[in-house]
């Protein structure tokens, strides 16, 4: 059982559409981080959230923090084929606990 | 910079082979970690450690142990592999971010145990 829940498993869009990510826990975190791999590559960390509520934007990326620290989303709007790949969440408690990942495909 | 480099990137071994893996990184980090990664589970931890001369358990430890003699370097060895030891490896190394414990991963390490 993992300790961060992510869904949905495989999501397939067409390029210009929007999507959302969420990754859930019944755990309290002191952060959150989100990570995307590229095939034949390691993960690379995209944003780290760390106050409760917070909301954080880069370019089309819009990642929040619940207010609880349980749980968070990514949101990506207008998709683009660049966007495609495994997107991982971590929890980070006494340690770092990875969600099983989101596969995203954008198709152009 | 290179940050963390792993080597080799490929290998197939027999079961009851041994091997190592090696991990290092030019950041100066104190924290390294070693993962494998399996379809649908994640990422798991397998070995950490928090510095030079010192490593510890993660979630996965059977089956591997883990040496740090230099800051940069985390080898990770596989004395008698087994088949359920097919995977692909991540070596990362910590650094903080908002006081929060972030990863720089290496671009993997994929074993296959036959």
């Known amino acids: 059982t993992q300790l961060l829940e992510q869904s949905p498993q495989f999501l397939s869009i067409q390029e210009g559409e929007n999507l959302t990510v969420y990754c859930n826990s019944s755990s309290v975190f002191s952060s959150l981080q989100w990570y995307r791999q590229e095939p034949g590559e390691g993960p690379v960390l995209l944003v780290t959230v760390v106050t409760g509520g917070e909301v954080k934007k880069l370019k089309r990326l819009t990642f929040q923090f619940g207010d609880a620290r349980k749980d968070s989303s990514l949101h990506i709007t207008a998709a683009q084929p660049g966007d495609t790949g495994l997107y991982l969440c971590a929890g980070e408690g006494y340690k770092l606990s990875f969600g099983a990942g989101t596969t995203v495909t954008v198709r152009a | 910079n290179a940050g963390v480099t792993q080597t080799p990137k490929f290998r197939v071994l027999k079961t009851g082979q041994s091997m190592t893996l090696l991990c290092a990184q030019d950041m100066n980090h104190e924290y390294m970690y070693w993962y494998r990664q399996d379809p649908g589970m994640g990422l798991r931890l397998i070995h950490y450690s928090v510095g030079e001369g010192t490593t510890a358990k993660g979630e996965v430890p059977d089956g591997y142990n883990v040496s740090r003699l230099k800051k940069q370097n985390f080898l990770l060895g596989l004395e008698s592999a087994a088949p359920s030891q097919t995977s692909v490896y991540f070596c990362?190394?910590?650094?903080?971010?908002?006081?929060?414990?972030?990863?720089?991963f290496g671009a993997g390490s994929r074993l296959t145990v036959l």
């Open positions: 990362a190394s910590s650094w903080t971010v908002s006081g929060a414990n972030v990863l720089t």
